[in-house]
């Protein structure tokens, strides 16, 4: 059976709504010669951001797969997928803001990041746990999940802010 686990909301949710705070001002500033064109590059910017935040991870009895979304495999992000046998450890590394990212790191020695921004996370670790038998205890969030709250919360504010302050 295959799993799908898809990018928390709040992490989609923060990175749209920070882009719309940053650049929905835009054409209202722009002179009249470039209002056409400022709306145009908002919006393709605005379906760039949904479709790169749209990756996913399935998993199956098999293995763990990373999908990634056509605009994303265009930037660079790679999609990958790991058989569950082939998974020799989960390496920890400390990031410099302070909180651990994982690895799963194969007998080839090949290195996956362990995705730490999906939906039912915790589902996915225990699945993770099941299928390798490895320690998955250190495996958390990358990040506190109040951090993406907050952040939506507090763009959701600039942009009610801004459209007020555009139409009064």
Known sequence: MIEK???????KSSLISLYLALTLPIPYISS???KIFSIITFVFG????INITNDHVDTCDEKISY??????KILGKK???IFWKDIKLIKSLPTSQGSNVNYFISYKNESFLVPQ????????????EEKT????????YISPLWTYKLLTYLSILMIIGEIIAFTI
Do not use: G
Request: glycine letters at 0%; proline letters at 0%.
């Open 117 to 128: 921004r999906v939906e039912n996370f915790e589902r996915l670790i225990s699945l993770v």
């Open 133 to 140: 038998k490895l320690n998955v205890d250190q495996i958390s």
């Open 79 to 81: 999609n990958w997928e």
């Open 5 to 11: 686990f898809k990018t928390l909301f709040f992490v």
């Open 67 to 72: 999908k990634t979304s056509f605009i994303s």
């Open 32 to 34: 009249e010669k470039l």
């Open 46 to 49: 605005l379906l760039l951001i």
